[in-house]
Structures are given as structure tokens and as C-alpha cells.
T-cell receptor, first 114, second 110 residues
Framework: NAGVTQTPKFQVLKTGQSMTLQCAQD?????MSWYRQDPGMGLRLIHY???????DQGEVPNGYNVSRSTTEDFPLRLLSAAPSQTSVYFC?????????????FGDGTRLSIL | GQQVMQIPQYQHVQEGEDFTTYCNSS?????IQWYKQRPGGHPVFLIQ?????EVKKQKRLTFQFGEAKKNSSLHITATQTTDVGTYFC??????????FGTGTRLKVLA
């Protein structure tokens, strides 16, 4: 039972490069989300999805795109990387879309932008 | 906008001492969740509280939800080195959104 799988675990980019962080879950969860974690700021919601084909913005969406073509996958795209996007990125999923469900997190992607 | 603050930001305790972290929301929450993140790891769900004044226990951990449903606390009795990590509270922030607290980093000195 893999749970939530994120790839890659580490990545270094140059300013202006683009890349996609992958997230897949095998629990048939409806709700998936992306967070970034910066020191002293907790976890901030970037984008979320309540089902295949449905996505919406969170607290800090600028500079990021998402799509949800299947229930299992929820990739996060950085269009033109900036040093301010250096962070640890976590993908999470939960069974239902109501806020009464625990979220299951992946191991994270540690991203550095030079 | 809605804010969830946690205090303290850091706490160092001697092994065997008690520890408490407090979570305060600017708005009333329908429920509150607590997560633990070990150093270098990912957040792991601990518990959810729903009712006003609710108290739940998990071994040495005691969780409380305030009467006004705007604050919560996590108390650890007789800390152990395995308790090291960052503890986050989280609550709903509108439809389909969660907001996480700023976290309390606990260090336990053996």
C-alpha cells in the first residue's frame, strides 16, 4: 500500500526553468492538494482538487499550475522557476472533499531554485 | 484573512518534562486536526476534534478543543525522545480548504 507518492524527492533548478512535480495516490481519494512548507510559516495551500477535472486555487497559487486528469494523479507545474519558490512541497490526499477527513501526505519534494 | 497561530514556535524540554502547544484561530472552526512531523519527514495525522470542549487522549498525549471552538491545545506528559518533531494544528478555511497553524517545534533533551 504505497499511499501518496511524490517524485522527485530532491531537485535543483535554475531561475527561469520549468518543471513538474509528480504526485500519485492509490487510495481512490477524491481530494488532493499541494502545500509548500517554509521555515516558520507552516504549510500553505497552493492548489487543490475535489475530483478529476476540477481544480481550484489555494492561498499561494501564483507561479504554479495544476491539472487533474485522473483520480490518482495531481501534478504541480512550475512555469518559470524563481528563487522565492525554493521550498519543500507536499502533496496530500483525503477520502472525501468535506473538511472532516484526515489528510495523507507524501514524503515531499525538496526544491532549490538557484 | 483567516489565521491560525501556534505558540510557542520552539520548545526545548528535558526528557520526562511535560510539553504543551497552543493553537489559536481568528475564526470559529467546525473541527480541528493535529499533525506531527518528524525532522525530515512529512506531516502525519494524529487526531481530530469536533465538539466544543472536547478532550481526547492518546497515551501520553491529551488534546483539547476550546469551548468557543477557536482554540485548541496539545499536551504531552513525560516527554520522550520519540516525541521530537513539529506539531501542527489545522482547520477548515472555507469550502474544501484547510489552513495549517505555524507549528511548534519540540526538541527533547535526553
Amino acid at each position: 500500500n504505497a499511499g501518496v507518492t511524490q517524485t522527485p524527492k530532491f531537485q535543483v533548478l535554475k531561475t527561469g526553468q520549468s518543471m513538474t512535480l509528480q504526485c500519485a495516490q492509490d487510495m481512490n481519494h477524491e481530494y488532493m492538494s499541494w502545500y509548500r512548507q517554509d521555515p516558520g510559516m507552516g504549510l500553505r495551500l497552493i492548489h487543490y482538487s475535489v475530483g478529476a477535472g476540477i481544480t481550484d486555487q489555494g492561498e499561494v497559487p501564483n507561479g504554479y499550475n495544476v491539472s487533474r486528469s485522473t483520480t490518482e494523479d495531481f501534478p504541480l507545474r512550475l512555469l518559470s522557476a524563481a528563487p522565492s519558490q525554493t521550498s519543500v512541497y507536499f502533496c496530500a490526499s483525503s477520502r472525501r472533499t468535506d473538511s472532516n477527513q484526515p489528510q495523507h501526505f507524501g514524503d515531499g519534494t525538496r526544491l532549490s531554485i538557484l | 484573512g483567516q489565521q491560525v497561530m501556534q505558540i510557542p514556535q520552539y520548545q526545548h524540554v528535558q526528557e520526562g518534562e511535560d510539553f504543551t502547544t497552543y493553537c489559536n484561530s481568528s475564526t470559529t472552526l467546525s473541527n480541528i486536526q493535529w499533525y506531527k512531523q518528524r525532522p525530515g519527514g512529512h506531516p502525519v495525522f494524529l487526531i481530530q476534534l469536533v465538539k466544543s470542549g472536547e478532550v481526547k487522549k492518546q497515551k501520553r498525549l491529551t488534546f483539547q478543543f476550546g469551548e468557543a471552538k477557536k482554540n485548541s491545545s496539545l499536551h504531552i506528559t513525560a516527554t520522550q525522545t520519540t516525541d521530537v518533531g513539529t506539531y501542527f494544528c489545522a482547520g477548515p478555511a472555507g469550502t474544501y480548504k484547510y489552513i495549517f497553524g505555524t507549528g511548534t517545534r519540540l526538541k527533547v533533551l535526553a
